[in-house]
């Protein structure tokens, strides 16, 4: 039992113990890999424009410092508490050292539904989380990122706020800031594309024509619409999207872009489509080719597992399918191809590294650059996951985490005890 007991964290040590056993790591080093170095926790209050006073609660969890400054996102969603955060915290562990980033894993959160908020409270809120977080991060302690309900004009208010507590503006603080703010070209795309790129280098893998795929996205916000929108591009149908509003199906396929442009307009997917709203619960079990969950985590439990019509899962979202449910996909002798989260996604971290690498130097790259450094970087990841998998008869996932625990285990054993 430990303060980050919960569905989210109890789903990360499940995992973790299963990789452990698999890499015969000894009982007495397992909690020293799977516990987070640091967790925090902090009370933002701000004024609401009521003239109430508002205070909500907020975390950041740095799983550890073993290979480099954490590295993570930040959620605001109304059920965050610290277990999800350290659990988050955890899978960035193993997605950065899969993809060989110089980096811990690192999350934070504030519990809050950011929908709810007027912009001046949002802006008011975010200055006052970072105010909190100031001692414990920094551009070589820790690095945040947007997540869930998080976007670049966030980070611009963390990056602002931060700067101007040191007098200087320190952009190396945050990634995903907006590119006139010392962001890099490619980043808000970057976790979308790369979701996009790693389903069509399974397409190819599986002997499945693109242009005669078919693809369903849950979840519509910055991961899902790009992927959505890379897809679509490489010519896969796109037959299925949602978000938290809508589900909407139609084997005819949707036009991403207009779905996208919608959203920018009236920040939901609902009234893009309404003669193909569908109930959202039948959404993932519906016929595709690729299925892709990029909303919230363990929306794939073993029910859902069973009932899954896909032939490839790419995983944009972190933790969407459970452990019970890995089971059922194994049972079903792997039929269906995972694209696991911690290779999936990991093009957002990727090209943050990229985006830190900038702001340190103050050297900044074209976009073609970045891009074809991300595709690189992750055809190298897919390809020591996939051969892994080959080489030892395990699943995608149980490759790619391996790889990853493995390293930072690694890097613990020769650093020693500290870090
Ligand atoms: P976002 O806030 O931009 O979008 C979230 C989307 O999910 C929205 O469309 C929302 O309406 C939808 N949604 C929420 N609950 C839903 C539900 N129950 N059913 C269907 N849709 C639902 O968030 P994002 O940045 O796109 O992140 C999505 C997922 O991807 C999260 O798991 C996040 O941790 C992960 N991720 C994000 C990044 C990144 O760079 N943003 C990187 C790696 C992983």
């Known amino acids: 039992m430990t303060l980050f007991a919960g569905p989210v964290f109890d789903m990360a040590r499940t995992q973790f113990n299963i990789i452990a056993d698999h890499l ?10 799977l516990l987070p170095k640091r967790a925090i926790s902090v009370s933002c209050p701000i004024h609401m424009d009521d003239g109430r006073t508002a205070v909500f609660t907020g975390y950041r969890v740095q799983h550890h410092l073993t290979l480099g400054p954490a590295k993570g996102g930040t959620r605001y969603a109304p059920n965050v508490d610290i277990g999800e955060i350290a659990a988050l915290a955890i899978w960035m562990s193993w997605k950065c050292a899969l993809a060989d980033l110089p980096y811990g894993g690192g999350k934070g959160g504030v519990t809050v539904d950011p929908r709810l908020l007027s912009p001046r409270e949002l802006e008011s809120l975010s200055r006052r989380y970072m105010q909190e977080m100031i001692p414990f991060v920094g551009p070589h302690t820790d690095v945040m990122a947007p997540d869930m309900g998080t976007n670049e004009q966030v980070m611009a208010w963390f990056m602002d706020t931060y700067s101007m507590y040191q007098g200087v503006t320190v952009t190396e603080i945050v990634t995903g800031k907006p590119v006139g703010s010392g962001g890099t070209l490619g980043r808000n795309e970057a976790t979308g594309h790369g979701v996009a790129f790693l389903a069509s280098r399974a397409l190819d893998h599986l002997g499945i024509d693109p242009l005669a795929s ?25 037959v299925g999207l949602s978000d938290h509003t809508v589900a909407i199906y139609d084997r005819n396929g949707f036009d991403a872009q207009s779905a996208f442009d919608h959203v920018m307009k009236h920040r939901v997917l609902k009234g893009f489509a309404d003669q193909a709203e569908i109930d959202p619960t039948e959404l993932l079990t519906k016929p595709c080719d690729i299925l892709a969950p990029c909303a919230v985590e363990r929306v794939i439990d073993e029910e859902v597992a069973a009932a899954l019509n896909c032939r490839i899962l790419a995983e944009g979202a972190n933790g969407p399918t459970t452990p019970d449910a890995d089971l059922v996909l194994g049972n079903q002798n792997n039929a269906i191809f995972v694209i696991p989260d911690i290779l999936c996604n990991a093009g957002g971290v990727i090209v943050s590294y990229f985006e830190w690498v900038q702001s340190l130097q103050q050297y900044f790259w074209s976009k073609d650059e970045v ?10 990841s897919w390809r020591q996951v996939v051969d892994r998998a080959n080489r030892h ?7 790619a985490m391996s790889i990853g625990v493995d390293r930072v285990r690694k890097a613990k054993q020769a650093r020693g005890l500290f870090p």
């Open 214 to 238: 078919t693809a369903i996205l849950q979840g519509f916000g910055n991961v899902g619409s790009h992927a959505a929108i890379g897809l679509a591009r490489r010519g896969t149908r796109i």
């Open 393 to 399: 008869g395990v699943s995608n996932r149980t490759a």
């Open 371 to 380: 891009m074809e450094k991300l595709e690189r970087a992750l055809d190298r």
């Open 24 to 33: 015969e790591i000894p009982s007495d080093e397992r909690d020293r890999l």
